[in-house]
């Protein structure tokens, strides 16, 4: 387990900094995920790290940007260091869904996967359990 993983844990409450899944209902911990990957010269640094869930840090692997087709430019992927989470995404609780609110968050639902059939199937388990939000 990563040396960093109690502080992070900690700091993202046990949650998912992407899809905001909840850790404890998970029989595993969490990730510490590099914000900017560390094969592209990101640190080990606190303020270069996020808790992610196995599906977030799988389909983020090393992106950090993603062309946009109808912008024709580059949008950052969600930065859960610098960026505010609410101002980037909503919840459609019905529905289970993570809708993006901007381009950033936008990029982000899609290069992810968080509205996947089983995300949406997870997510709306942890609405009944009250997990989630
Ligand atoms: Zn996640």
């Given amino acids: 387990m990563n040396s960093k ?12 900094e992407y ?3 909840p850790e404890a209902i998970f029989n595993f911990p969490f990730e510490v995920e590099h914000v900017f990957p560390t094969s592209r ?3 080990d ?14 389909h983020k692997s090393d992106v950090v940007t993603v062309w946009d087709s109808v912008a024709e430019e580059e ?5 859960p260091r610098t960026d505010r989470w609410s101002e980037h995404f909503e919840l459609e609780l019905e529905r ?3 809708r993006g ?3 950033t968050g936008q990029a982000t639902v899609t290069q992810l996967h968080l509205n996947d059939p089983i995300q949406l199937m997870a ?3 942890w609405i009944q359990l009250r997990l989630f939000p």
């Fill in 19 to 21: 899809c905001r899944a």
């Fill in 123 to 125: 997510r709306l388990l």
């Fill in 96 to 98: 289970g869904e993570i």
């Fill in 45 to 58: 640094d606190e303020s270069n790290l996020a808790l992610t869930c196995r599906s977030c840090n799988l």
């Fill in 5 to 16: 993983y109690p502080v992070v844990a900690r700091r993202g409450n046990h949650r998912c």
């Fill in 75 to 79: 949008v950052a992927l969600f930065n």
């Fill in 101 to 103: 609110l901007t381009a």
């Fill in 41 to 43: 010269g990101g640190s």
